[in-house]
C-alpha cells in the first residue's frame, strides 16, 4: 500500500502563502482548472483555492504564539467525502491513496463539502463541480519534470521547506521518520477518518546559563591590568626600612 | 474551454509550451525565476532550481505574476492630461511616444541650458539606480534620489559608517554557522525567500532564534523566544547589552584591538581645536584618499608608551587613561565608549523599553558566552593587511539581522550604529556564523563617491560634478553653498541632514510645492507612489501637487509619471508614460547598484523578455536611453552629437564607466569571448551568455578570500585588481567615530572650514556623537504623550510589496483591507471591541478603521499592515472594494515635517543625521467611532478608468492559453 501526503512542520511555517497562490497558479491551467475568482477587482473577492493558510494566536501577551496553519485536503484514509458521494465522482486512488473528483461525474450537490469535517473541499460555482487538492497528481507522476521537480508545487515552492511528500505508510520514508520523531500528528483523529497528512508541532531550543560560565580566568577585563607599576609617591617600607 | 471541465485528472491540456528563464520582480528580493508559456501565455512561474538566491523556491507574490501581468489596472498607452482638467481627476487623452518625447524633449533641454536643477528625478523600489542615476548626473540636476531616504537609510548609513557593510544586499547573517540569531526590528521582509531559506535550515539544525519586535507575526513567529519592546527604544536595549558585556569581560578583545580602532587614542584636551580626534603620528607626505592612514596610536601595555597601531609586538590597552609626552590626556575608544554606555543599566533601559531587566542581562549573558564558548574554526589559511599568515578563520557564532523597525526613527542612526558596535565587540564582523559581507562590500568608511561640495557642482549643460548621491567624510564634503543652505531640493547632504546617504524622496514634493530652497519646474517620478502609501502627510501631498500659484499655475509646473499601474499616483500627472511589467523587458541587478552578490563572492543577474510588450508599453530604461539620446547627454552620444545606442540591451552591452575602463553594468562573460568577468572590454554575446546560464553570473571567491574582507590582504589585493575598490588598504571597525566628531567639532566653531547655520549648531552637537547614545525620536520629544501615549506602526505583509499588488487579484483575496491591530485591554479601556469601527489619531490628523484584537502586540503598540488601503479607484478596482472601504493607510496620520522647534520650522520628520523618514515615531490614541460608521475615514474622490486600460473583470477562471484570446470570465 502507498498513501501519499503532506508533512506540514509548524516549527518553520513562516506564513508566507507562497503554497497558496503556487498551488492555484499550477492548477488553474492543468487539468483541475480553472480555479475561479468571482469579484476579482470588486467588493470582497472570492476564489477557489485547494490551500488556504489561517493565522491563529494562542495564549496571552507576553507569552503570546503565534502559528500559521496551512491548510488542505488532508488525504485521508477513512475519507467521509467518498461514501456520501451520489454519484461515485469523489473517490480515493487505491494505487498511491490520493483522493480526488473526477469532475464529468460531479453534480455539485455539495454532500462532500457537509462530510468532510476539515473544510477541504471548495465547489467552483462556475463549473458548478468540486474542485480539491490533488496533490499535483498531474506533476508527480509526469516523466517530462526533471525527477526532482515531480512533487506537488506548494512543496517545489515553500521556501522554509516547511511542506514535505513524501508515502507516510512506508515506515522507511522521511515523512514517517518525521512523524515518529517530531511528534507529527493528524487533525481531530476522533473524526474517525486517518488523516493521512500531518502536522508537527513547534520545538523550542533553550539554553542554560550557569552562573559560572560568567567567570573565566582570560576574561578580557584582566588584561586591562597594568603590567609595570610608576614608582609610587611617598615614602615605602623599602625606602625607612632600618635593616 | 469556457464551462467546460476536464475529466482527466493527470494529463496536461494541450497546447505550445516554452520555458523561459528571467528574473523576479514582485518585491526587491530578486530570485531566478522560471516563466512557462502556453501558447504565450504564462502557466506557470517557479522558483529556479538553478539559481543562487532562491534555489528553486518562490514566494507568495512571486507565484502570483500571471495576475499582474493580466491586470486590468495596466496601463497601456502614453497620456496627456487633458487641457482645462485638474491634476488628480485623471482626465487624460492618449498620445503617441513620439509626441510624448518630443514635449519632454522641449522642456527638459529648456531646463538643462538654463537651470538644470529645476529638473528633478526621483524614483521608487526601482532597482536601476545605476542607471537613473547616471541619467540624473549627464543630465546636471543634483536632485535625484531613490527611495532609500524614506526606506533604510539608517541601516546602510549606520553600518556603512561603523563596518564598512550593511543587511542585505550588502551583507547578512550566516544562518549556515550561527549558533544564536537575533532578529530585531524586522518583519516579514528584507530579506525574503533567502531570508526563509536560511531561518527554516538554522532552526532545523538547533540554532536559537530570538525576535525583538513589539509585534509577533511572520518570522517571530517561530522565534524560540519573542522580547517585546515599544517602537524606537531599540537603541536603549542594545546599548543596555553593550553596557552589560563589557562589564562582564564577554567582549572578544584580540577582534577589537586588531580589527578596530577600540584601542586607538583619543585627544581630550578640552581646549584643542582636535578635540576628540585620534591622536595621530605625523607622516610625511599622506596621499589624499579615502583611506584609513594607520597612524593613529595605541598605549602599548608591554612598554608602557604611545605606539602606532599595529606596532609589531604590541599589545595595547583598550581601557584606561594616559598622558602623551606633550602633555595631552588621551583615553582609548574602548574606554571611551565604556563610560559612555555607563548609565545605560539594564534597569534603566527596561523603563525605556518595557524589557525586564533580568531579560536584558540574559540576552546579554547568552550573546556572549555565546560567542566565547563556541567558537568556530574553520581550517582556512589567510594572510591580513599586516602581512601576518592565519593558519584557521575563526567565527563566534552569533548573527544579528535587522531592517526598518530600527531604522525608521530618527534616531535610528546611532541605534544601528549602536547595533553595528554591539556585533563588532562580540567579534562576529565577516566571520563564519556572524555578519558576512556581500561584493562589492566592504568598502572604505565612508565609501569614495561624493556628491559635488557646492553650488558650482551644477552647470548648464554640463554633467553634475559629482556624484548624485554620496557618502561625506567631513562637513567640507557637503552639498551646501556658501551661507550653507542645501543646493538640492531635498535637503540632502545639507546641515540638517549631512549624511543622507540616499537623499530625501519624502521631502521632494513639501519642498518643490513651497519653493523652499527654489522652485523647480519638472518633476519626474518613475514607479513611486507619492500621492499615496510612499507619501508621509497623504492628504496634503495630493493636495500640494494640486495647488496652483497667485497667476494660476501649478506650483510644481509639470509633473511626468512612468508607472506600469493606474497608482495613485498618475492621477496627479501631466504625462504618463507607460513602462512594462519585469515580465516584459530587459533589466540588469548590476554590482554598480545593489547587485544579488553571496557571501562567497560577487554574482550580478539580468532580467530577459519572456513576453512582449502589451500595447504600447514602453521599458522606462528604453525612455532615458531616449531622452539621453535627444537631449545630447555625453553618455548617451557621440563625439558628435550622434545617438551612441540603439537601446537598452545595447547600452548595457556596450556602457563603461569611462572609456576602456573595462567596468560596465555587468560583470559577467565580459571580454570579446566572454573570457572575462568583473573587468573586461564589452562582449557583443554578453546577454545570450546570461540567457543560456540562468540569467546570473556568480564568481565563488577562493575560499582564504571569502572571510576577514575588510583585513584580509589576498581579499583586498582581488577586489582592487578587479576594480571593487581603488584602495587594497584595511577598513578597521568605526567603534568610536571621527567622521561625526567632524560635524561636531565645525559646529562647536572647532573647525576650520564648513560651519552650520547656528540655528543647527545645538542639533549637530547633539547628534552628531561619536559614540552611540539612545535619545527619544524627535516626534516623540515634541508630542504631548499624555494625550498620544500609544506608538503607532505598519508592518509589510509577506503577500504584498508596497502599493503594487491591490491589482492582483490572487493576493489582494489575502489581503483586501486591513486592520488596526490593537491589545484588547485598549478595547476595554476606550469601550470599543473586537472588530469595531474606531479611531486612530496623532496630533497630525485622525484615520477611520476597524480594531482587530491581538495579544501578539506590546500593548503600548498599535499597528497595521503598510499599503493594503488604497485610494477608490485607484489600480482599478471598483468603488466598493474592500481596499478603499475598509482598507486605511496610517501616512495620513504621519508628518514629512516635524513640528516647528527650536531648530526652526519645516524640519523634516527624519533622522538628524541620514534624513531617515521617522515613520515609526508618530504617536496616537485610539477611541471608538460613531455606532454607524461603516467605511474608513478619510475617503477620497473615485479615481477615473483611464485610457488603453482594460474593464475589470466580473469574475475569472484563469487558463493559460485561453485566457486573453477567449476570456474565462465577464468584464464589467
Redesign the interface.
Known sequence: MTQLALIIDL????????C???C???N????????????????????T?FNRVQ?Y?V????N?????FPKSCLHCEEPPCVPVCPTGASYKREEDGIV?V???KCIGCKYCTWACPYGAREIDE??K?MKKC?LC??RI??ESLPE??RKP?CV???????RLFGDVSDPDSHVSQLIREEGGYQLMPEWGTKPSNHYLP?R????K?HED??V?VD??????Q???HAPIEGITLDDSSFI | MT?K?????????EGRIEVKNTTCYMCACRCGIRVTL?DNEV?????N?EHPL?K?????????G?MKQYS??RLTKPLLRKPGSMRGDAEFEEISWDKAFDLMEERMAHLRSTDPKKFALFTGRDQMQALTGLFAKQYGTPNYAAHGGFCSVNMAAGMIYTIGGSFWEFGGPDLERSK?FIMIGTA?DHH??PM??A???F??N????ISINPV???????A?E?V?IKPGTDGALILAIIHELIK??????EFLQDYSNAGQLVNLDKDSDVFGMFARMDITDPEEGCFDHQNQLWWD??T?RPVRTHTEGA?P????EYELEDGTPVKPAFQLLKEQVEEYTPEWAASVTGIPAETIR?LA??MG??A??EKIELPIAWTDTWGREHQSVVGNPVAFHSMRGTAAHSNGFQTIRAMAILMSILGTIDRPGGFRHKAPFPRPIPPCPKTPNGPDGVKPDTPLGGMPLGWPADPNDLFVDEKGEPVRIDKGFSWEFPLSAHGLMHNAITNAWRGDPYPIDTLMIFMANMAWNSAMNTSEVRNMLNDKDENGEYKIPFLIVADAFQSEMVAYADLVLPDTTYLERHDVMSMLDRPISEFDGPVDSVRIPVVPPKGDCKPFQEVLIEMGSRLKLPAFTTADGARKYRDYPEFITNFETEPGSGIGFLAGWRGKGGEKFMKGEPNPNQWEMYEKNNCVYQYHLPKSYQYMRNWNQGYLTWAQDHRLTRYDEPINIHIYSEVLQKFRLAAEGKRPGKQPPEHLRKRIIEHFNPLPFYSEPLESQLTDKHKYPLNAITQRP??MYHSWDS?N??????H?HNYLHV?PSLGEKHGFGDGDWIYVESMHGKVRCMARF??????GTVWTWNAIGKAKGAW???E???ES?KGFLLNHLISEELPTNECGEHISNSDPITGQAGWYDVRVRVYKAEDDADHTLPQFDMMNTLPGMEK??????????MFTQKK??GA?
Open positions: 516549527n518553520v511555517c513562516v506564513g508566507c502563502s507562497a497558496v497562490t503556487s492555484k497558479e499550477w488553474t491551467s492543468g487539468p483541475a482548472g480553472f480555479m475561479s475568482d468571482d469579484n476579482p477587482y470588486d467588493k470582497d473577492p472570492t476564489g483555492f493565522t494566536e495564549g496571552t501577551f507576553p503570546t504564539e503565534t502559528v500559521h480526488l473526477d469532475y464529468d462556475h463549473q463541480v490533488t497528481v498531474d507522476y509526469d526532482a521537480e508545487a517545489m515552492s515553500c521556501p522554509t521547506n516547511a513547534r523550542k531550543t533553550r539554553v546559563i560560565e560568567l573565566r576574561n578580557p577585563l584582566t588584561k586591562e597594568k603590567e609595570h | 464551462n471541465v476536464l475529466h482527466d485528472a493527470i494529463t496536461q491540456p502556453r502557466r506557470y512561474i517557479q522558483g532550481p532562491n528553486g523556491v518562490i514566494c507568495a507574490k512571486g507565484a502570483s500571471i486590468p489596472a544564536l516579514e525574503s525567500n526563509k531559506i531561518l527554516s535550515e532552526k532545523r538547533g540554532g536559537r532564534f509577533r507575526t511572520g518570522y517571530s513567529a517561530i524560540d519573542w517585546p562582564t569581560g564577554l567582549y572578544d578583545r601595555r608591554h608602557n599589545d590597552f583598550l581601557l584606561g540574559r549573558h547568552e558566552i555565546t566565547r564558548d509577506m503577500a491589482q487579484a490572487w493576493l489582494r483575496q489575502i483586501a491589545h491581538s495579544e501578539a502586540v506590546e500593548p482599478n478596482l471598483g466598493k472594494a474592500n472601504e475589470r473583470r466580473k469574475w475569472q477562471g484563469f487558463f493559460a492559453g474565462n470570465g464589467k
